[in-house]
């Protein structure tokens, strides 16, 4: 994603973390409202407690895209997650459309029907999220494999730096963990390359220097071995 692109996720992920938040605020106002009444309406209950279950999720989507937080497979939000988001626009709609039907209210029935279609680009999302995942194979080659006499590998010109192989047992959660402790890198950043670890079969990460290399290699090794994981990491110098 260019510089571009990213700026502009970031300005709609800002609209959105600002109307979930906002929204949130309104719909604890309503709440007030109705449980400082003498009756309380449930219709109205339920569609301020949906209203703010949406806004919740408006939040979380605004924060990942805002400040970059992709969860572990690199999406904004699982397919269960887009899923739940649909199921809340959804009801949410209905509940609007029966109120506004029963009062002859055609605004609110405008408004309903917006709901109900931003549920159906949930749909969209959660199949665009399912088919990232399918696609998302795992590569995994022999322990004594080496990155550095692959071809796609290598960067260009000399290389130093650390290489790790992808397997079948090191779960992903910490693989980011340790590439976070070990190498400093940020979680998005972290998610990213554990990606690729796990799509190519190992990545060749650039260090200053071998012996920075040595020690980087030696700390991710003995956080594996203190887990009981089989994570390979090895210091790597071409001439």
């Known amino acids: 994603m260019d510089r571009n692109a990213r700026f502009i996720v970031r ?3 800002g609209i959105s973390l600002a109307f979930g938040i906002s929204s949130a605020i309104v719909g604890a106002w309503l709440i007030k409202q109705q449980f400082a009444g003498t009756t309380l309406r449930v219709d109205a209950a339920v569609v301020v407690v949906l209203f703010l279950a949406i806004s919740a999720f ?3 989507v605004g924060f990942r895209l805002a400040f970059n937080r992709p969860n572990r497979n690199g999406s904004i939000l699982s397919r ?12 949410v709609g209905m509940t609007m459309a029966a109120i506004a039907l029963g009062r002859r209210d055609f605004q609110l029935v405008g408004v309903a029907f917006g709901l109900c279609v931003l549920g159906l680009g949930g749909v969209f999302a959660a199949r665009a999220a399912s088919t990232r995942l399918t696609r998302m194979r795992s590569t995994v080659f022999p322990a004594e494999s080496s ?13 130093c730096g650390i290489e790790i192989l992808n397997d079948d047992k090191t779960p992903m959660e910490f693989v980011v963990e340790v590439l976070q402790k070990s190498l400093g890198l940020t979680k998005a950043d972290a998610i990213r390359t554990m990606i690729k670890i796990h799509q190519k079969g190992g990545a060749l990460l650039p260090m200053p220097s ?7 290699a030696e700390l991710v090794t003995a956080e594996a071995q203190n887990n009981h994981h089989q ?6 110098r071409v001439e």
Not at 80 to 91: A, P
Request: glycine letters at 12%; one cysteine or more; proline letters at 2%.
């Open 11 to 13: 300005i709609i992920g």
């Open 58 to 60: 408006c939040g979380l």
């Open 231 to 236: 994570l390979v990491c090895r210091a790597v």
């Open 80 to 91: 269960t997650g887009w899923r739940m988001l649909t199921l809340s626009f959804w009801i």
């Open 147 to 159: 990155l550095v006499r692959m071809k796609g590998f290598m960067p260009a010109g000399s290389f």
């Open 210 to 216: 071998f012996e920075e290399s040595e020690r980087i």
